[in-house]
């Protein structure tokens, strides 16, 4: 059977300057120079080196692989001074046989290399392109005969189930063998009972009464084990989770889940963190999750670039529905077709599997800054096709820069279209994302329309009594939303909308907010310590857990003789108590206003239901001047 042993302690780092380092896995060199500003952070090649001792295998009967789970952007892999493999594309699994090439005791090398090419994406884009050995590395000891590990870093197998209209279910599963043997499937409900068995490599057994993976409410999963035997006796196994569910998407009606409707309302997610960039732990994933949840989504694009799997994972278990794409971004690059193709094809076969995922999306605001237009456009309609060729049960989309405009071609390939439009933010007029989303349907009344970003900056320091677009508030962040969250619910037939972003991200070419190097149009700061109003404001639209929340709580000097206290809660009925004294009480939805005398100071509470919320403000002469931003020169972007 399988063994697994890591290799992920005392690897010898020679860094930037070509000194030396002892470090553990998961690395990056761009931690801290990728999240400070300046535009400047290093791009270059790097090397990892360490050594291990041969893990114990029969060396007859069995095989050693390598296994690398994110080396970002390229890799050159050296055992023994001879050459592995080679390894473009910084966010997918990918292996290598190394059986022949172990010794006794063994030297590996990896050359890794974020330095700006031609022909590897990202080159250009929104946030840091972090360098650095930064997911797990492995050595998997397995039996010669096995279920492939050869094939784009999957699992070997796929599983492809199917909604019936007889409500049953059929699930296909086939099985890719690196060796011979015989195969044997058997389905596992979540109790551990089998419930379905077949044996062959390409197989469909049928479920009668399939439990659906339901969304949030009820994510059922459902385990899939494969088992290669020989001569009765296993000798490879693989296991994966099988989630039974039917989608489809009515461009008048919106997205529809196991054939009711189910509106999609979720958030993006980059998956950096403060001082530690890409290099993180499962722990940390986790939190994500906890996060978002907590906030009431119920769909997650995972932008740029494929995740780890083990969010992939989580999303399954959660009950997400989720946007996977490659970081397709920003620039075409006439010499990175087949990178493209490469990354599609370690995106789709690597996460096949996973139920949460609903659509491929294909790039990112491309039209930015492409000059080939045509072989753009023809790069699109291949990766189209290819998505639908390797999984015909899913869609396509993309995310259209909002200059790209309704009439452009490249909006017009994919099965669904998003947009990228911050109407309101960097452009002046919230209203024209009423007018955009009501031409768009006009138009093309049968183009399933989203909004895969839409956002504005919001620091959690920065605040005013009068807010306006551009002053980076935690007040304009939060009226930026309040409007945005009433558009959508004017245009229900929306396919989704996605937040941009869940939390704030590095991105080394901005200086905006006063803190360089950062995008603050998080819901939640960048370490996940502060959840700006914006984030109790999605949690009163989308969550069913009862809670109360007292706005602007950080803006505690106010000059003003009485302030505007706004309240945000998912529950009908708010009161506001002002040193223990009922001064109002208002019934309505998601967001109650009230006005409060200020001299000297109070101490609030807000009380609706059980929940109860506090603050303290208190009257001042003169403004803050902390609370008010100070915009210096800067050789990064000031786009607002």
Request: charged content about 25%; proline content about 4%.
């Amino acid at each position: 059977m399988r063994k697994i042993v890591r290799l992920m302690k005392n690897w010898q780092f020679i860094g930037p300057e070509g000194n030396t380092t002892t470090v553990d896995l998961p690395h990056t060199w761009n931690a801290i120079d990728g999240q400070d500003g300046g535009n400047d952070y290093w791009r270059g090649t790097c090397t990892y080196r360490t050594s291990f001792a041969a893990p114990a295998f029969e060396e007859v009967s069995q095989q050693v692989w390598l296994q690398f789970e994110g080396v970002n952007a390229s890799a050159k892999v050296v055992l023994n001074d001879t050459e592995v493999c080679v390894h473009d594309g910084g966010y997918s699994t990918f292996r290598a046989n190394i059986t022949t090439l172990l010794r006794e005791e063994n030297i590996l090398t990896v050359e890794v290399d974020n330095r700006v090419n031609d022909h590897v994406y990202p080159q250009k884009a929104d946030f840091t392109f972090y360098g650095g050995i930064y997911r797990d590395v492995s050595l998997l000891v397995v039996h010669k005969d096995h279920i492939a590990l050869g094939h784009y870093g999957d699992t070997g197998v796929k599983v492809t189930p199917i909604l019936c209209k007889d409500h049953t279910a059929d699930i296909r599963v086939e099985t890719r063998l690196e060796g011979e043997g015989t195969v044997r499937v058997t389905l596992n409900d979540a109790e551990g009972n089998t419930v379905a068995a077949a044996e062959g490599k390409d197989v469909t057994m049928t479920l009668a009464h399939p439990h659906l993976w339901d969304g949030v409410k009820d994510p059922y999963l459902y385990t899939c084990v494969v088992e290669l035997e020989q001569g009765g006796e296993v000798v490879d196994t693989v296991s994966t989770r099988v989630g039974v569910r039917s989608f489809r998407v009515d461009p008048k009606k919106g997205f529809f889940l196991n054939g009711r409707s189910y509106p999609l309302h979720g958030v993006s997610r980059h998956q950096d963190r403060k001082g530690l960039g890409n290099a993180i732990s499962r722990e940390m994933h986790e939190e994500d999750m906890t996060l978002i949840r907590e906030l009431g989504a119920n769909t997650i694009r995972l932008a740029h670039y494929q995740h780890d799997q083990y969010f992939y994972d989580l999303c399954d278990e959660y009950g997400m529905v989720v946007w996977a794409e490659i970081p397709y971004i920003s620039e075409h690059l006439p010499n990175g077709r087949q990178n493209t193709i490469d990354q599609m094809e370690e995106l789709i076969y690597q996460n096949y599997n996973h139920p949460c995922i609903v659509c491929w999306g294909v790039s990112n605001e491309i039209t930015i800054s492409t000059k080939d237009k045509a072989d753009m456009l023809d790069n699109h309609h291949m990766l189209n096709d290819l998505c639908h060729k390797m999984d015909p049960n899913r869609l396509t989309t993309l995310a259209c820069y909002a200059m790209c405009g309704p009439f452009n071609p490249v909006a017009h390939i994919t099965d669904l279209v998003s947009w990228n439009l911050y109407l309101g933010w960097y452009v002046p007029g919230l209203f024209l994302n009423d007018l955009w989303l009501n031409f768009f349907h006009l138009v093309y009344p049968n183009r399933a329309l989203g909004f895969s970003e839409y956002g504005a900056e919001g620091m959690p320091n920065l605040h005013s009594e009068h807010p306006r677009r551009g002053d980076h508030t935690e007040e304009y962040q939060a009226h930026y939303h309040e409007y945005m969250l009433r558009c959508f619910e004017r245009h229900p037939w929306m396919w989704a909308n996605h937040v941009w972003n869940m939390f704030d991200f590095a991105a080394d070419a901005r200086d905006q907010g006063g803190e360089p190097g950062m995008n603050h149009k998080g819901l939640v700061t960048f370490d996940r310590k502060t959840k700006k109003d914006s984030f109790y404001l999605y949690k009163a639209w989308w969550s069913d857990e009862a809670f109360v929340h007292i706005c602007s709580k950080r803006f505690t000097d106010r000059t003003a003789s009485e302030i505007e206290v706004k309240v945000y809660s998912n529950q009908k009925t708010v009161a506001l108590f002002a040193d223990g004294q009922k001064i109002a009480e208002q019934t309505g939805e998601h967001v109650f206003t009230f006005k409060v005398p200020l001299n000297g100071e109070v101490k609030l509470q807000a009380v609706a239901g059980e929940c109860i919320d506090t603050a303290s403000f208190r009257k001042v002469d003169t403004p803050n001047p902390g609370y008010k931003l100070v915009k210096t020169k800067s050789k990064s972007a000031n786009w607002v």
